[in-house]
Structures are given as structure tokens and as C-alpha cells.
């Protein structure tokens, strides 16, 4: 019996199952219609749905659902998942949960393990065969395996239900940071994980690894770093890149075209992000999208975005899957956005480029030991969907500093692909969150790829490895403080808010030992875990952070060995762009959402997304927010995001990017939504957890719908 509203009508249930019939005979499974089975919607990761009863002509009557608190409050970057009319998410500290996805009831809440503190969780992974039905998760380091219909741990899967994530980097891998914020990708029976690794030196390998979903058993490795004898091993020039370098991992998520067997991996940099002095040459398979055949993990292509990256520009979000019109030929093609604000495009068989591709030359470096490759690919179309360079009327008209800020400006090196300097700051444009970010980009029926950007400057330099006489005075704690967390929080741990860094000034006066001990660890919200920190060494950070530390004759030994390192130069840590106030340094738009037709690589139109309130109060056009978490697009006409960090939820016609609805939340939408239905009616959810950008904390998810009176009618 099918509901529809509150009417009941049983006599439609034939006519719907021969629908359902002839559309998989079409080769379309009827799931696509209804529901949201997987991260970002499919295995395209195309963030479209193919529903319409809310539409263009009826979205400003869009409700309020129901609201799920998760008990929980702390930034949520999820995309839930609806299988079988059931909602699965994860909450801030990674605690996984089901609900009813038409009333938002609780079902369940996974009480697996303790969680105190961890990196946010993008999602979770639904896999069925038979009665065997299951939720993957990651947690730290772990991936696990919970019965769907119950929130249980399976405990066949791996051991006791967990597999490590560090089964197959090796042995440089142990005792480092290795953990998942992406959920996995499947194919048949396994499951590749996205994992994020440490960014300095000593950080763990990226390597690609799948697993099998029944068992936990490692099934293949595909190594980013190669070893001797693999392809691209040449392209590291110091030999033994792969003992001691790390990074160059998958972490932002992966799309694949389970017809083919194809698995498309997006790579980041290599670390240290910033210096690339022990790792002379072009660096594959870091910066890369890979396709791999997903049965072997065999590399079938692979193209590179920055080559000998010492910029941080990593590939930020999973690519899109589409099928494109190019000279009336249809074209399977996949297209990757990236932090630079640019989209490549290329066959997804053959790897060959759409558009033209120009290799062109930029800077030398000037710091000592470094060696930057001399060309950069740059595609000629789509243009970029951000600035590229930033002249003088570009500082902001806004500012009450401007003058100070003119000349900030004038003292800077800058320019695309500037490599960074010592003891002089180099402006980042695009900055080091995009450009596109995690949230990825949305692509609809016709090839239109809708994308939301950042648009800040960030302000990043290099400084020679502190000597000894600098060193002197400090305590062992202040040391391996500056050498682990400064980079963040600032050597006077007044950290950068404004750029997500919380102060830690007055830390005593809010966490007790024993939390510090799980963070410190464990990890929390971006902040990577330090587990592989000997436990001498973290205490003694901790004693520094809380004002309890030994005397000088008191300390360990070891904490002089964790001191040392290999690179000569530590980064300054990440500083936005900003004026006396707190907005960017430079003019708007700060953040934008753009419309890009891929089959013909022409932008169709562009908005600033979001606003800050005051300012528009005073008479200023909406300037656009940072924005983090991804959009939706429909069927039915509409473009659905949340992102930015004036806390609302908009709703866009995605013809011409004009606004038709928005709400505020109850905090910022630092997600991506998803859109299903329940008994013939349409609902779209977000996760609003706020915490981000100095923004208030939350632990909600509201589900919206039209008045029943409206999906009567649809």
C-alpha cells in the first residue's frame, strides 16, 4: 500500500511495480528514484537526484520536517545515507545512528567503543547481500562493521568486528596518524578506503588500500609513493622516498563506474607540504586522479595536477562521473575539481583531456634546497571558477585597515604557483581550502556542473629550523609545542580563529588532563591525532599547555631525539588574509557558487553565496561567506546547499542561480544534504552542527518538506 500524504491509495501498487519493472529493464535501478544509497548520492558522486516533486514552482513553501538531536554537539561534516526508508548518520564524535527517515525517530545509536574525541566523519558505507546487511565506518585508525539493522559490531569482520587502517602501508606507518573522515567506496564485496595521514615530516603513507567487506581481509595496495621496480619510482630523484617520506593519499573520497570496474582516486601532496628538499622531482602518484581496474588495484591511467606540489594543493573532493555531448558524439567522461578553482576533464576510458591542457612555466624557488618543477599543467577550458591573481584594487574597499593592508600586499610575494619564501610572506591565491573544498561539486542530467567556492587569500611563509641558542630557555614541552602545534596555534598559542585555529592561551581553565590525553592522541574535529608521539612527549606538551611542567633537571631524554628532524625549514603557520575586523583582506565575492556547462566548457552564470548580515544591513550587496560541505541538485529544477557561515539553508533555480527559499538553522550547515522519499513524499536533510569558522555549536539534523496538501498535487 503507497501513502501519499495521509491518504492511503493501494490500488497504484501494480501500476508502480511495472514501472519499477520497465525502468530496471532500462538498466536503472528504481533505488536512484527514491532514495540516497550512497555518499554524495551514487557511485558518481554526482550529488543529483532525479526528484521533482519539490520544485521550482513550490520550494518557498518548504517546512520543517523534523529535527533529529544527536545529543552530541560539535562540527558534523555528514552526508547522511537513506536506504529502505531508513536515515543513517554519524554524529560529532563519530557515534554512528539510525532513524526513521520519515519522522526522524531514533532507531538505533552504535555504542561500539568510547568515543571521546576524534576527526569529523563525512559519512558511513551501506552494503547488503542477502539478510547480511551492514554499516562501515571509520573511527581513528579503525574500520568497522556494524549490522545495520541493529547497530551491533559483527564480529567476523576483522577482529572483533575492526580492521586497522595501517594494514597495508608498511612498516614507516606504525605508530603514526592514520585515519578516515571520507566513508569507503564498494564494488562487489570490497570496500577502498580514503585515508588522511599526518602532513609533516615523518607522516605515514597514503597508499590505497581495499578490503573485503565480509571478512576485513586486505585484498590489494595500491602504492602512491612507489617502491623500486613500480612505475614512477624514477620521479622521486632521491632514491628512498618511499622509507621516508609520507602523504600523497586519497582522502577526500572516490567515484567509480562499476560497469567498467574503474575506481577514480584523487591524491594529495606529499609531506612535508611545504618543502620538498628530500623529495626532488615530479613526485608520482601524489597530486594525481588515479583509475584503477578496482578488482586489482592495477593503475589503468593516471594525470597529475601539481607536480612536485609544495603548496598543499591537494585534490579536495571525489570526481564527477558524467556522460557528455561533445560534437553530437556522447562521452563517458570524468571531470575533477581542485583548490586552484580549475575543472579537467578528460575521457574516462582513455584518460585522454577534453579541453586542451597548456603545460606553462612559473617561478623558481629561492630557498635553498628546493628545487620546484618548472611547469604546471593549466587547462584552457572551463575557465576557473576563482580568481587566479590578486592586483592592488583587488584589497578590499571594505577595510578600515586598507592602507596597512595595501602594504602587506606590496611586501608579499605572490602570483599563481609562487613558491613560498623564507622570513617573507607569499600570498596563496586561491587559498588553502580552495578554490573547491571537500564538499565537491554537483552535476545534473545535462552536464552542468554546479560547484561553490572559497574566494580568501592566505598568507604563508618558511622559517630555518630553530638552532640551539633559540631553543635555550625553553622547556622540553615548549619545544615539541612549537615543533607539532605552532604551525596551528601560533608559538603564543593565541592561535588564528578567524582561520579555524582556537587560541590555547587559557586551555587549563576548559579540559582537564585526562581530555587533553584523548585529543592529543585521539585527535578531535580537523585537529589530526599525535598517537605516535611517545608518552614522555605528549605529557610533556600537555604539562606546557597547563602550566605543570617538571624543572629542566627533571625532563626525559627522549623528548631531544622527537625534537630532531630531517627538513631544514618549518612552515609559519596557516594565516588568512584579513582586515582589522575579521573580513578577508581582499574584495568580494567571498564565496561563490558557479554553473559550468561540461559539454561545452563555457560558465553559464555565477552568485555570491551567502552573507554576513551587518554588512548587508548597511547597505553592501551580499559579499558571499567561506563555505564548507557541497550542494545538491534535482530534477526538479532546484540547487539545495547549505555551506556557508551565516548558518542558512538556500535553495537556488539551478537555470539561472536565482534564490527562491532559505531558512536559518539551528547551526551553521557545514554538509552536504540528501535528498529521498518516504511514501511518496519528498524530504531533504542537513546536518547542522556549526563549530566551524567560530561559529555556535549544534547537534541537529532537519529534514524539510512541503505541506501535504502540495505532495498531493505532485
Request: proline fraction near 6%; charged fraction near 20%.
Amino acid at each position: 500500500m503507497l501513502k501519499f500524504g495521509k491518504l492511503a491509495v493501494p490500488f497504484l501498487a501494480p501500476i508502480v511495480g511495472i514501472c519499477q519493472l520497465f525502468v530496471m529493464g532500462c538498466g536503472h535501478s528504481p533505488a536512484t528514484e527514491t532514495t540516497w544509497r550512497e555518499y554524495l548520492g551514487g557511485p558518481d558522486r554526482n550529488h543529483y537526484s532525479t526528484l521533482s516533486q519539490i520544485d521550482t514552482s513550490n520550494v518557498a513553501n518548504l517546512q520543517v520536517a523534523w529535527v533529529y538531536h544527536t545529543r552530541d554537539s560539535g562540527q558534523v561534516q555528514c552526508n547522511p545515507i537513506i536506504v529502505d526508508d531508513v536515515l543513517y548518520g554519524v554524529t560529532a564524535s563519530n557515534f554512528v545512528f539510525a532513524l526513521d527517515a520519515a519522522t526522524g525517530r531514533e532507531l538505533w545509536t552504535d555504542t561500539s567503543s568510547a568515543r571521546f574525541s576524534g576527526n569529523v566523519n563525512r559519512g558511513v558505507t551501506y552494503w547488503e547481500s542477502g539478510n547480511d546487511k551492514r554499516i562501515l565506518f571509520s573511527y581513528g585508525e579503525w574500520l568497522t562493521a556494524l549490522d545495520a539493522r541493529t547497530g551491533t559490531v559483527i564480529e567476523t569482520f576483522g577482529e572483533a568486528g575492526r580492521v586497522s587502517l595501517k594494514a597495508g602501508l608498511g612498516p614507516t606507518a606504525k605508530d603514526k596518524f592514520v585515519g578516515s573522515t571520507t566513508p569507503g567506496t564498494l564494488y562487489e564485496d570490497l570496500i577502498v578506503m580514503p585515508i588522511r595521514v599526518g602532513e609533516g615530516d615523518g607522516a605515514a603513507p597514503g597508499h590505497i588500500q581495499a578490503f573485503n567487506v565480509k571478512t576485513g581481509k586486505l585484498v590489494w595496495v595500491f602504492h602512491t609513493i612507489p617502491q623500486p621496480g613500480e612505475p614512477g619510482y624514477e620521479t622521486w630523484h632521491d632514491g628512498a622516498a618511499h622509507e621516508i617520506i609520507g602523504g600523497a593519499n586519497s582522502w577526500a573520497g572516490m567515484a567509480i563506474d562499476r560497469k567498467r570496474g574503474i575506481l577514480y582516486a584523487p591524491t594529495g601532496s606529499p609531506a612535508f607540504d611545504f618543502y620538498g628538499g628530500r623529495r626532488h622531482g615530479q613526485n608520482l602518484y601524489a597530486n594525481c586522479l588515479l583509475a584503477l581496474d578496482v578488482r586489482t588495484g592495477k593503475l589503468i591511467w593516471h594525470y597529475q595536477f601539481v607536480h612536485h606540489d609544495i603548496w598543499d594543493r591537494d585534490l579536495p573532493a571525489p570526481p564527477n562521473l558524467v556522460t557528455l555531448n561533445r560534437q553530437g558524439k556522447k562521452i563517458d567522461a570524468v571531470a575533477q575539481v581542485t583548490k586552484s578553482g580549475h575543472v579537467f576533464v578528460f575521457d574516462r576510458v582513455s584518460g585522454t583531456p577534453l579541453f586542451p591542457i597548456e603545460e606553462q612555466a612559473f617561478p623558481a624557488s629561492d630557498v635553498p634546497g628546493e628545487a620546484a618543477w618548472p611547469t604546471q599543467p593549466i587547462p584552457t577550458l572551463p575557465k576557473p571558477f576563482a580568481r587566479q591573481q590578486l592586483t592592488e584594487k583587488d584589497i578590499s574597499e571594505l577595510a578600515e585597515n586598507r592602507t596597512e593592508l595595501l602594504t602587506a600586499y606590496h611586501a608579499a610575494s605572490k602570483g599563481v604557483f609562487q613558491p613560498l619564501a623564507v622570513g617573507k610572506q607569499t600570498i596563496l591565491f586561491p587559498g588553502a581550502d580552495g578554490g573547491a573544498e571537500w564538499g565537491g561539486a554537483a552535476v545534473d542530467d545535462k552536464g552542468i556542473m554546479y560547484v561553490n567556492a572559497n574566494e580568501m587569500a592566505w598568507l604563508f611563509s618558511l622559517s630555518p629550523q630553530g638552532t640551539d641558542n633559540e631553543s635555550a630557555g625553553l622547556t622540553a614541552g615548549n619545544m615539541l609545542f612549537n615543533k607539532h602545534c605552532a604551525s596551528c596555534h601560533g608559538v603564543d598559542l593565541k592561535g588564528h580563529p578567524t582561520s579555524g585555529y582556537p587560541a590555547l592561551v587559557e586551555v587549563r581553565k576548559s579540559f582537564r588532563r585526562p581530555e587533553l590525553e584523548r585529543i592529543v592522541t585521539n585527535g578531535k574535529g580537523m585537529m589530526p591525532g599525535f598517537g605516535h608521539l611517545n608518552t614522555a612527549d605528549k605529557q610533556a606538551i600537555i604539562d606546557f599547555l597547563l602550566g605543570t611542567e617538571k624543572t629542566e633537571a627533571q625532563e626525559t631524554a627522549t623528548v631531544a631525539n622527537t625534537l630532531q628532524t630531517k627538513s631544514p625549514y618549518r612552515f609559519d603557520g596557516y594565516h588568512k588574509f584579513l582586515d582589522n575586523r575579521g573580513y578577508p583582506a581582499i574584495a568580494p565575492p567571498w564565496g561563490t557558487l558557479t554553473a559550468i556547462d561540461l559539454n561545452t566548457g563555457e560558465q553559464l552564470w555565477q552568485q555570491p553565496l551567502g552573507e554576513f548580515k551587518e554588512l548587508t544591513a548597511q547597505g553592501h550587496s551580499p559579499t558571499g561567506t567561506e563555505n564548507y560541505g557541497g550542494p545538491v541538485v534535482t530534477a526538479g529544477g532546484l540547487l539545495f546547499i547549505a555551506a556557508t557561515k551565516d548558518g542558512m539553508f538556500r535553495a537556488f533555480n539551478k537555470t539561472n542561480g536565482k534564490l527562491l527559499w532559505e531558512d536559518s538553522l539551528p547551526a551553521a550547515g557545514f554538509a552536504t544534504p540528501s535528498t529521498y522519499t518516504v511514501n511518496g513524499k519528498q524530504y531533504i536533510v542537513i546536518a547542522a552542527g556549526g563549530t566551524k569558522l567560530g561559529t555556535p555549536k549544534g547537534d541537529a539534523y532537519v529534514a524539510y518538506t512541503l505541506p501535504d496538501y502540495q505532495t498531493l498535487k505532485k
